[in-house]
């Protein structure tokens, strides 16, 4: 139990990670759509990923060419759950946060991911 609280509580230490979750709350995301978002470096944001996978905050699906991440439903996890549900609701009047929240709508993944 311990052990799965830090993983979630190391997990959301990081500001680029707590981003990344605030910005999965609007939509479902590429890669490439979040480094656009965050303006980070692709090996970057999958390393970011990996650990908020890992941790159970995020998951992913598979789409053709396309994986797409979104939030996890927090049912293999109380934290996790407890977590995402609170994170909806904090941090809206960080003006960067609100900044970042504001452009995901405008975000075009055929812009972003030309291979």
């Known amino acids: 139990m311990m052990k799965n609280f830090i993983k979630v509580m190391k997990a959301l230490s990081d500001p680029n990670r707590v ?3 605030k910005i999965l709350q609007q939509k479902s995301m590429c890669v490439c759509e979040i480094q656009g978002a965050l303006g980070l470096a692709q090996p970057t944001v999958s390393k970011h990923l990996k650990i908020l996978e890992e941790a159970g905050l ?5 789409d053709g060419l396309w994986v797409n991440y979104y939030l996890s439903d927090g049912k293999n996890s109380p934290y996790v759950a407890s977590l995402l549900g609170n994170l ?3 941090l809206k009047e960080d003006p960067e946060i609100a900044e970042l929240v504001g452009r995901v709508p405008f975000l075009n993944r055929e812009e972003l991911c030309i291979r």
């Open 88 to 90: 909806k609701h904090w």
């Open 19 to 21: 981003k990344i979750i």
């Open 58 to 62: 995020v998951d992913y699906r598979k």
